[in-house]
Structure formats: C-alpha cells, structure tokens
C-alpha cells in the first residue's frame, strides 16, 4: 500500500479533532482520550493518528468507567470511523511479488522458526522458496527481479541474488535438505560471473548483461536493510565455510577490506559489514548432526542461544566435506568443530552446548 492518498501522506488513515467529534458527537471524548487525539492534533497538519498507549483497564479507570461500557463504546465509534473512511479515495496498491523482499521475508520465517519452534513459520517458508524457485529462478543461474503477472519479466539485481542466497542458507540449516544450500553455491556462483568487479572484488548493482548505463553502481553501505555488497559478503563468508571454499571465504575478506576505513567512521551505516567482521574475528563453530534424529537434534539445539554458530547435517553424509565419513551406523551423532578441526563426537545435544560454552581446542 502507498503511504500517500490524493498527494497526502496518510490522509486515508488520520483524522482531525473536528471529524471525530461531527462523527461521533457526545462519544468524541471518550475516543479521543481512548486513542490520544487531541485540538492540535498528536501528528502533522492538525491530523490525529488512532495511538493507544495504556491498556483498556487503565483507560477505563482514568475515564471513571467500567472495561465493557469502554470497549463498547469504542467499537461503536470504529464502526463508524470505518464507515466514513470507506468513502475517500483509498491508498494504491502495489501488486508486484519482488523477488529480494520475499527473500527477506522467507529468511525472516526460518529465523523465527529456530527461534520459537512454531512449525507454521517453517511450513510458510518452505512454500515461499518453492515459489521463488519456480517463478524467480531460470534455468541457466540467472534470477528475476519480480514475479510480473505475464508483464515483462524484470532482470534481477544484486539485492535480488544476495537474499535469496541468505535465505537459501537459512532455510538448509532448518530443513537439512542440501538442495538449497546447493541452490545458494549456484547462485554465489553465477553472481561472481556477472555482477563482480574484477579490480576492487566487490559486485555491481546491475548484471554485466543489462547493464546498459553511463556508470555500473555499486551499493554498498547499509541502510533499512542490509546493502546488496555486505550481505553478498556474508554469503561468500559462510558458502565459505559450508564448502571448505577458502576463495569465497578471501573474496568476503577482501571485500570486508574495501570498507574498514568507512566501518571505523560510521558503524550505523555498516552494521552487516560488522556481522561480517565477527565472523573472521571469532570464526564460528561448524556443528555436523548424523543420524536418524538429525533433524529433532538440531530442533533441541536451537533452544539455546548460538549465534555463532553453523549447523549441516542429515540422516545420510550427502555432498558437504564437513559431513564426509561421520556418520556412524544406528545412532545420531553430533560433531562439534571449528577451522575444520572437530572436537570429540557426542551422541547428547546437551554434551555438544558444553562443547560450544567450553571454547575452541586449545593447539
């Protein structure tokens, strides 16, 4: 939804004091007080935003009513606000599925997921990369920049590839089905051949193809969201370290070089890039998990906070190094390592978060 109707920024949304109280007559005080609007108007231009700030209890105590007469007589004035806000002219809608954001949000529900055990947030996962997959993804590496409705596909850009390797990423370690960290290598892939810098190692906003400019840009400091060049560089950094690629993990040092001097000066604006550095200041653990309880094992794990750490692993050793002759006939195994050195195998996800507290072996 546009932020903006008839060229004002909120005018569907807000409401002078003068409104309410034509709208609601007698009723105006107790909604004005219920919603904090005031004369003057609590926002901009004398308009009022709907903004509670205390509880119903507390707003009934301070108004001397009781909790019902107070909910009623609110709902009472929402229908009628409503009423009345469904005659003006309504914010447009944008009905583009862009293929950067629904990355975010995919990466968004995975972490979510771990975090809370909610199965839902997974399930919309899983459904949402299948999506991409399908519409955003060509068969030759190259990724689209929105799902257009038959319109003219868009070619996609580096924010495009960049989340959705990170989300791919993700969405392995809570499923532990390899295709889409494989997906993920694919696209890091493809995304060095066509949008990298030879020169300087970091990647141009437009792919080599469609890039029909005076000048390739460049993004590279964050902002509302992480830019297109540090989250790639986060990518090469972990693909690094899933794969035993030591190039991608030199490329996002490299490029993690490229902007020390601005990180010194301004953090706020490079704050994935300091996400970055962690990595390489204090390189994160590699937990292998095999076995038939794989997945359950790694659900157990994610009850404790590990921010640092990478987690691979499965019923079967599949294609990853760090997964190669681990796995041990009837029971789930769980390998604890760091710079590709693995401390003691443990068959307890208790017994693998006292490895991770203990630190990295001491050589």
Known sequence: LDADSEGEEGKFYVWTNAELEKLLGDKA???????????????????????????????????GMTEKELTTQIAAGRQRLLAERAKRIRPAL??????????????????????LGDQQYLDAAIK????????????????LRSFPDAKPAVHGLLDDYAFTISAFIELYQATFQEKWLWKANELAAYSISHFADTTSGML?????????????????ADNVIPSSNSEMANN?????????KDSLVARARQ???????????????YANWGTLEIGFVSPPYEVAILGAAAVPFRQSLDEHYLPNVLVSGGAAEAGLPLLANKLIPQQTTIYVCSNKSCKKPVTAVAEAVEQLQAGPEKH
């Not at 004005?32 to 707003?59: P, Q, S, V």
């Open 29 to 63: 005080p107790i909604f004005e007080a219920y919603y904090n609007c005031t004369a003057a108007g609590n926002w901009e231009h004398g308009n009022n935003i709907l903004l509670r700030k205390e509880t119903d209890a507390a707003t009934a105590k301070r108004l």
């Open 128 to 143: 949402n990369a299948v999506f991409l997959e399908k519409h955003a993804l060509l068969a030759d590496g190259e990724v």
């Open 204 to 220: 141009f906003y437009t792919h080599d193809k469609y890039a029909a400019l005076i000048a390739r840009k460049m993004e590279v």
């Open 236 to 244: 090469f950094f972990r693909l690094g370290q899933f794969f035993y």
């Open 255 to 269: 490029m993690l070089v490229n902007v020390k001097e601005d990180m010194g000066k301004q953090i706020a604006y």
């Open 94 to 115: 944008d009905h583009k599925i862009l293929t950067a954001w629904n990355a975010l949000m995919l990466k968004g529900y995975v972490q979510a997921y771990r975090a």
